[in-house]
C-alpha cells in the first residue's frame, strides 16, 4: 500500500483537513504513553451508572429489545423527558414531535448545526467552551466567531461582548451553562439580557444544558423557559454526566418541531435511532434515579469546595464554580503558559488535567481540573500539583533535572 500522503490528500475533504483534533485528545495522547498517572482531566464520573438503571438494561435484554426504534426515540421515553422538563424547569414539549432522543447530547450539538445553518452563516460561541460546538459549526458551512469570557465576570457571557460579535450574518447563540470547563453558570437576569439580545437580532438559541443537574447553588434555569424563548431555543440535555451513563450515548434535543422534524431527518440517514437498551435504562433513570442523582451530586459538591480550596491555598487563583464538575484554576502566576503547564506537570508529577487553550483562546492561562473523581485521587493528584506549583515559583530544577 502506498505511504505516499500528498497523493492521498486530493482524496480528502479539505475543510475536515483543516480542523485540528480535539486539544483534550491531542493532550491525552501523551497520558496514554506514561505509566502511574493520576489523571484529572476526562469529564466522566466515577461512579458506575446506579445499579436500578443497570437492571432495568438487563431485563430489557432479557425481554427481547433489541430492535430498532422509531428515529425519535422511544415515545415513552419522550414523554418521561417532557415530564420532567415541565417539572424541573416549566418548559412544555410536545413528545410527539418536539422531543429527539439522540446518540448523547454531543450528536445533537452536529445535528442542530447541519439542521440551521447555511454556507456562510455565523455562530457566536462564547469561549472558553466545549471543545466540539466550533467544529461542528464549520463541518456545517458555517463560521464559528468566538466570543471570549472572563475571570473577572466569572465566565458569565455579556450582551456587550455579543454585540461587538454579531454581524447581519449571525444565525444562532451557542450557551453552556452550567459551563464546560470553567463550571460557571448565569442566573435568570443575566440570561434575560441575552433573551433580549436574541429578539432584537432574530437568533436561534442553541442551550446546551447537559449539566443543569449539577447545580450547586440555587437552582438551575433554563434558558427556554424565559418569555419569548421557547420557540427560538433548542434545548439539548442528556443522562452521562447527572446519572453516570457516560458509556450508554443518550442523549436529547427538544425545540419548535419544525426544527426536530430536520434535524431528526440527519438523524434518521446517519444514527437511524439511539439503542433501545439505552433509552430504557434512561426511562428508569427518570422515573426513579433522583435519589441516587442528588447522592452524587453531594458528593461532587464536597469535592468541589476541596479543590477550589487546595488550589487557591497554593496561590492559584480559582474563581468558585457554581455547576458542572470542572475548576478551572489561573496558572499565569507559574510563568507558563497552559500547555507548559501541563506538560511539564505530567512529565515531573504525572499527574494530568487539561490546558485551558484546548477550550479557546481566551481559556490561555488556565487549566481545567475535573473533579468527578474519588477523595484519594483528587488528594493524591493536588499534592503533587502543590509540589509542582512551589518548584515553579523558586525555580528549583524538576526531580529528573
Known amino acids: 500500500m502506498s505511504t505516499d500522503t500528498n497523493s492521498m490528500s486530493r482524496h480528502l475533504n479539505p475543510v475536515i483537513c483543516s480542523l485540528p483534533p480535539s486539544g483534550i485528545r491531542r493532550f491525552f495522547d501523551l497520558v496514554a504513553t506514561t505509566k502511574g498517572v493520576i489523571s484529572l482531566g476526562v469529564g466522566e464520573p466515577d461512579f458506575v451508572t446506579p445499579w436500578h438503571i443497570r437492571e432495568a438494561c438487563f431485563d430489557a435484554l432479557e425481554r427481547g429489545f433489541t430492535m430498532y426504534t422509531s428515529n425519535l426515540g422511544l415515545l415513552e421515553l419522550r414523554q418521561e423527558i417532557a415530564k420532567f422538563l415541565d417539572n424541573a424547569y416549566d418548559v412544555t414539549y410536545n413528545p410527539q414531535d418536539e422531543i429527539l432522543i439522540t446518540v448523547g447530547a454531543s450528536e445533537a450539538v452536529d445535528l442542530v448545526m447541519r439542521a440551521t445553518l447555511q454556507p456562510g452563516d455565523e455562530v457566536l460561541i462564547p469561549e472558553p467552551c466545549y471543545v466540539s460546538y466550533a467544529p461542528t459549526v464549520i463541518m456545517a458551512g458555517g463560521v464559528a466567531v468566538p466570543v471570549p469570557t472572563y475571570v473577572e465576570d466569572e465566565f458569565r457571557l455579556t450582551v456587550q461582548a455579543l454585540e461587538r460579535a454579531v454581524t447581519p450574518r449571525t444565525k444562532l447563540v451557542v450557551l453552556c451553562y452550567p459551563n464546560n ?40 434555569e433554563s434558558f427556554a423557559s424565559l ?40 438523524h434518521q440517514y446517519t444514527m437511524l435511532c439511539a439503542p433501545i437498551m439505552g433509552q430504557m435504562a434512561a426511562v428508569e433513570a427518570l422515573r426513579n434515579g433522583q435519589s441516587e442523582k442528588e447522592r452524587m451530586v453531594e458528593e461532587y459538591d464536597q469535592r468541589r469546595r476541596y479543590v477550589v480550596a487546595r488550589f487557591n491555598r497554593m496561590g492559584l487563583y480559582c474563581f468558585e464554580p457554581r455547576g458542572a464538575f470542572y475548576a478551572f484554576p489561573q496558572i499565569t502566576s507559574t510563568g507558563l503558559s497552559s500547555e507548559e503547564f501541563c506538560a511539564r506537570l505530567l512529565a515531573e508529577e504525572k499527574v494530568a488535567v487539561v490546558p485551558g487553550n484546548a477550550f479557546g483562546q481566551s481559556g490561555e492561562g488556565f487549566i481545567r481540573v475535573s473533579y468527578a473523581y474519588s477523595m484519594t485521587n483528587l488528594t493524591a493528584a493536588l499534592d503533587k500539583i502543590e509540589i509542582f506549583v512551589q518548584r515553579c515559583a523558586t525555580g528549583s530544577p524538576s526531580p529528573k533535572g
Not at 463550571?183 to 433573551?195: D, F, L, V, W, Y
Open 181 to 220: 470547563p470553567t463550571g460557571a453558570i448565569m442566573n435568570r437576569e443575566q440570561m434575560a439580557a441575552i433573551a433580549t439580545f436574541a429578539q432584537q437580532h432574530d437568533l436561534l438559541v442553541l442551550s446546551d444544558e447537559i449539566y443543569a443537574d449539577l447545580t450547586y447553588e440555587g437552582t438551575h
Open 227 to 266: 418569555p419569548g424563548m421557547l420557540e427560538r431555543t433548542i434545548l439539548l440535555g442528556g443522562f452521562s454526566k447527572s446519572y453516570a451513563m457516560t458509556g450508554w450515548r443518550i442523549g436529547y434535543a427538544c425545540g419548535h418541531k419544525e426544527i426536530v422534524a430536520q434535524m431528526t431527518k440527519i
